[in-house]
């Protein structure tokens, strides 16, 4: 009998637009393995939708604690660990917990340190929970930050992107902590009308880079979508090159069916008809 990966997935689940938990839970299920959501908030809507005053945010904390309790009880194994949006600093504990308790040597630990996107910092992201995201981050395997995570982590100033292969390849390496963990920085580009990510692979040493199509526009929860198709190719055996491929080419057709039916750039993009593509 064939085994089946079981994914804690640490991610909020928000009422409108694409992302997150709406986001993982059909994806890593398309892809052979079990997800077994520990939400973090539930959201009426993901945060760039307008009229955040009167936005439902329900921090999920106490829960978190609640379900970890139940799982040790049940003795759980996960063959991944996969952390996105937290709802509160309270919660990096909790995750820490969650790695403590249930990571084992051949567990994959992947944290997308979801901090902010195009320069800003997410709304509901204190400078608390910033910092202390970068700590967490130093207990991952592997970490998923796009350009303005990746800048967070590193102290730089968003403007020093680097637009070269070659500075990026400098940014891989120092995310890497001295080759101790594996790297894959989405929204990468180094020529007009190109897009992609590069991963720097801890197992093999190595950085490569997958590029595709810039579509015209950008929508919202791609990097949930790009994130959740890396994981389910590292977990059916592929390289974290192959992986990578995968999942760049996967997200820009998403994009180009999102644009084609002129769908909402809040809404996220339509991905569902094309899971079977990742069968």
């Not at 994009?255 to 750039?265: D, T």
């Not at 809040?266 to 990742?278: A, I, K, Q, S, Y």
């Amino acid at each position: 009998m064939n085994h089946t990966p079981r994914v804690a997935a640490v991610q909020d689940l928000s009422g409108l637009g694409r992302c997150s938990l709406s986001v993982v839970l059909p994806v890593l299920s398309v892809m052979g393995a079990q997800c077994c959501p520990l939400p973090t908030a539930v959201l009426s809507a993901h945060t760039a939708f307008p009229a955040p005053e009167r936005s439902a945010f329900q921090d999920l904390t106490d829960t978190m604690e609640q379900t970890l309790e139940h799982w040790e009880a049940l003795d759980l194994t996960f063959d991944a660990i996969y952390s996105g949006f937290l709802g509160s600093a309270r919660q990096i504990g909790v995750l820490r917990r969650l790695i403590r308790q249930f990571r084992r040597r051949e567990t994959l630990v992947l944290v997308d340190p979801v901090m902010g996107d195009r320069g800003k910092v997410y709304r509901t992201y204190t400078p608390e929970l910033c910092a202390q995201m970068a700590e967490l981050s130093a207990e991952a395997g592997l970490i998923t930050p796009n350009l303005t995570e990746a800048a967070l982590l590193l102290g730089e100033d968003y403007r020093n992107v680097p637009t070269s292969q070659a500075g990026m390849e400098q940014w891989l390496s120092r995310l890497s902590l001295d080759g101790k963990r594996s790297v894959v920085i989405t929204g990468v580009s180094f020529a007009p009308k190109t897009i992609g990510a590069g991963c720097f692979d801890h197992s093999r040493g190595r950085i490569h880079f997958a590029m595709a199509r810039q579509e015209a526009a950008s929508f919202y929860g791609t990097g949930d979508l790009f994130a959740a198709v890396l994981l389910g190719g590292l977990l059916r055996g592929e390289t974290l090159a192959e992986a990578t491929a995968l999942a760049v080419d996967f997200v820009q057709k998403c994009v180009a069916r999102a644009l084609a039916a002129g769908s909402p750039v809040l809404d996220g993009v339509p991905f569902e008809p094309l899971l079977r593509e990742l069968l």
